[in-house]
């Protein structure tokens, strides 16, 4: 049976504080055979690393995301460079631009914050875990730049031209739980378009959960949904969507 590789989630959230022990068992037992976790601010950096050496089917991914941009320094950087040279730690991520708030630090902080981060992918040979929101030009712009990079697109919002100019430079589209919202109009035409070997499938947990769990807190086995309703757009089983993603994510962190 085919399992589930869940390319993004945040099991470091303090949601998961009360039972993570217990709901990664679960998890196992449900399976889900491997999770890429992801840190976003700086101290979610060293939560993802002890989750790492805990559990053996959980891979790490550290970067500084755009809303904590200023976190990010010299210092930040090497740290970050000594944990991306582990075995466990297969990417840099997540990272990106957003440009949705106000609050958030000023954008060309975020994009040399960016740039910065794609440098390291780069100097490592990893791939690069991208959080695009009201950005889109200014990340595809960037992500062009650094071809040589495997860009992926987390939580994809773009619309199906981006995400063929995503393709073509050897990128990544990761599909949510957002598939399954009757109000998702793009996302479907994306997952008709694309290849299935450039398609990850994706929780974001503890955040967007699929119907019909929406608004409750996510995790990574609802992704049976989502590999469903790729399979309903794709004329596929849900099986084959599992395997497909999971092959894919297996070639994109090279294990």
């Given at each position: 049976?085919?399992?589930?590789?869940d390319?993004?989630?945040?099991?470091?959230d303090?949601?998961?504080?009360?039972?993570?022990?217990?709901?990664?068992?679960?998890?196992k037992?449900?399976?889900?055979?491997?999770?890429?976790?992801?840190?976003s601010?700086y101290?979610s950096?060293?939560?993802?690393v002890?989750?790492?050496?805990?559990?053996?089917?959980?891979?790490?991914?550290?970067?500084?995301?755009?809303?904590?941009?200023?976190?990010y320094?010299?210092?930040?950087?090497?740290?970050?460079?000594?944990?991306?040279?582990?075995?466990?730690?297969?990417?840099?991520?997540?990272?990106?631009?957003?440009?949705?708030?106000?609050?958030?630090?000023?954008r060309?902080?975020?994009?040399?914050v960016?740039?910065?981060?794609?440098?390291?992918?780069?100097?490592?040979?990893?791939?690069?875990?991208?959080?695009?929101?009201?950005?889109h030009?200014?990340?595809?712009?960037?992500?062009k730049?650094?071809?040589?990079?495997?860009s992926?697109?987390?939580?994809?919002?773009?619309?199906?031209?981006?995400?063929?100019?995503?393709i073509?430079?050897?990128g990544?589209?990761?599909?949510?739980?957002?598939?399954?919202f009757k109000?998702?109009r793009?996302?479907?035409?994306?997952?008709?378009?694309?290849?299935m070997?450039?398609m990850?499938?994706?929780?974001?947990?503890?955040?967007?959960?699929?119907?019909?769990?929406?608004?409750?807190?996510?995790?990574?086995?609802?992704?049976?949904g989502?590999?469903?309703?790729?399979?309903?757009?794709?004329?596929?089983?849900?099986?084959?969507?599992?395997?497909?993603?999971?092959?894919?994510?297996?070639?994109?962190?090279?294990l």
């Amino acid at each position: 049976m085919a399992q589930i590789f869940d390319s993004h989630a945040h099991y470091d959230d303090e949601q998961f504080d009360e039972d993570r022990d217990m709901l990664l068992q679960d998890l196992k037992n449900n399976g889900v055979g491997a999770i890429l976790n992801m840190s976003s601010d700086y101290t979610s950096v060293k939560r993802t690393v002890e989750l790492t050496e805990k559990y053996d089917f959980i891979y790490g991914a550290v970067g500084i995301h755009p809303e904590h941009a200023e976190e990010y320094n010299e210092e930040v950087r090497k740290e970050l460079t000594e944990i991306l040279k582990g075995e466990k730690f297969r990417a840099v991520g997540e990272v990106g631009l957003d440009y949705y708030w106000d609050s958030n630090p000023p954008r060309e902080v975020q994009i040399r914050v960016l740039r910065d981060q794609y440098e390291l992918a780069k100097s490592l040979e990893l791939p690069i875990i991208l959080h695009d929101r009201e950005s889109h030009e200014d990340i595809l712009a960037i992500a062009k730049e650094y071809k040589d990079v495997v860009s992926v697109f987390h939580s994809y919002s773009g619309s199906v031209e981006m995400a063929r100019e995503i393709i073509k430079i050897g990128g990544y589209i990761g599909v949510s739980g957002v598939l399954t919202f009757k109000n998702a109009r793009k996302l479907p035409e994306v997952v008709k378009e694309i290849p299935m070997e450039r398609m990850l499938i994706e929780t974001d947990a503890p955040y967007m959960a699929p119907v019909p769990y929406r608004g409750k807190r996510n995790r990574s086995d609802y992704l049976y949904g989502v590999a469903e309703k790729i399979a309903e757009i794709r004329g596929l089983t849900r099986e084959e969507v599992l395997e497909i993603t999971a092959e894919n994510m297996k070639r994109l962190l090279s294990l």
